[in-house]
């Protein structure tokens, strides 16, 4: 049997939270923040950082659980062709086409309301030049 779909607010609030959890796990790893939920015609780049010179575009999935697959999963090729596209919008918009660049995945499942303080945070996976 299918498992009903959350419903819409409640899914831009758990993506916001993963977003969040996610850009301070890589600043933690010493990315700078350009851009948050940049939006262009081909679809919004949910975080746009710095790592040394290189400009990353990171795709963030969240999930409250893992049962039906891993966040990770739900980045497919006709995704990242989207992000291709937004990421040449950026680079044009801030002047930075000869900078390097690249795509991550940030795969976040968040715990559950009311667990553990062992259980708090969030588990973050990092895919680099995805």
Known sequence: MKRPTPPADTRSALGLQGEQAAERFLRGLGYRVLARRYDTPMGELDLVMQSGRT???VEVKTRADRRLADPQDAVRSAKLDRMRR?????????????????????????????GSKSADSPQIEHFQDV
Do not use: K
Request: proline content about 12%; cysteine-free.
């Open 55 to 57: 400009i990353v575009f």
């Open 86 to 114: 937004a990421a040449t919008i950026f680079l044009r918009a801030t002047h930075r086409e000869n900078v390097p660049a690249r795509f991550d995945v940030v795969a976040v499942v968040m715990p559950p309301p009311g």
